[in-house]
């Protein structure tokens, strides 16, 4: 299902704030690894944002989303006081991992095999 203009609108709204307050709480910098929000998708009914969180040589990502999930009631009231004249009330969050930079690598990794192997065979077969 399409998301409507109002769930775009809100959830870019939810993007910037959210990616201004992981880099004021010291949330974006961990371990010398990168988190970055890569997406934010709201329910029709605005009441839920389910925000994607993209980790750049970050060591132990389960135990760094767990870090943030404890922090979802601060992180939503430090949300509130950001957004408060442009939404009526402030969705609840989840935060989920983005694996789409993972499958990105790995496919970049097989199409180098792919590519390799080509070059075996065309200069196998041209002596």
């Known amino acids: 299902m399409e ?3 109002r769930q775009k609108q809100v959830g870019k709204l939810i ?8 880099q004021k709480e010291g949330l974006s910098i ?3 690894g990168m988190v970055s929000i890569s997406k934010v998708y709201v329910t029709p009914d605005l009441l ?11 060591k132990d990502i389960p135990q760094l989303l767990h870090a943030v999930k404890t922090r979802t009631k601060e992180l939503r009231g430090l949300l509130g006081t950001k957004v408060k004249n442009q939404l ?3 969705p609840e969050l989840s935060f989920f991992t983005d694996d789409t930079l993972d499958y990105v690598f790995k496919m970049e990794e097989l199409f180098k095999k792919i590519n390799e192997g080509k070059e075996g065979e065309n200069n ?3 002596q």
């Open 88 to 90: 009526r009330r402030v």
């Open 15 to 22: 993007h910037e704030e959210m990616s201004s307050i992981f």
């Open 48 to 58: 839920e944002a389910r925000i994607y969180l993209s980790f750049f040589q970050v």
């Open 30 to 32: 961990v371990d010398g």
């Open 3 to 5: 998301e409507s203009k």
């Open 124 to 126: 196998s077969s041209e």
